[in-house]
């Protein structure tokens, strides 16, 4: 891959419910930046993973709106464990010959990937 990802970042309203929900979901440790006037946490890369960010959309009207894709074990019980987080599914399971993938959405609406080999 010639530009590979190098970070994420997720901009919502409710930063509190969303890094409960990906911290839930995914086992993702957000750590907040020391900035008083700054609602964002970070979270650091796993072993073969990216780093991103969680944090307050500027503007009260922008929910804002990221996609990535995140490898799970299994893609039904991430998608269950998904909606009982308060998520839901946006585009059912897709297989294709070398893996599987389906699009949730969390709370707040944002997009999210789910792909398994």
């Known amino acids: 891959m010639a530009y590979p990802i190098t ?7 409710d930063t ?10 995914f086992g993702w440790k957000a ?5 008083p006037n700054l609602d964002y946490s ?6 073969a993973g ?7 959309a500027q503007d009260a009207a ?12 299994d893609l039904k019980s991430a998608i ?3 909606e009982r987080l308060g998520g839901k599914l946006l585009r059912e399971i897709v297989h294709l010959p ?10 707040e609406g944002h997009a999210v990937g789910l792909i398994t080999k």
């Open 7 to 13: 970070w994420f970042e997720v901009l919502g309203q």
């Open 16 to 25: 509190a419910k969303l890094r409960g929900f990906y911290g839930e979901l």
């Open 31 to 35: 750590e907040p930046i020391p900035d």
């Open 42 to 47: 970070q979270i650091s890369p796993a072993e």
């Open 50 to 56: 990216i780093g991103g960010g969680i944090g307050k």
């Open 62 to 73: 922008d929910k804002g709106w990221v996609t990535v894709y995140v490898r799970v074990p």
């Open 80 to 82: 269950a464990q998904a």
């Open 98 to 107: 070398d893996l599987s993938f389906a699009v949730i959405a969390d709370p």
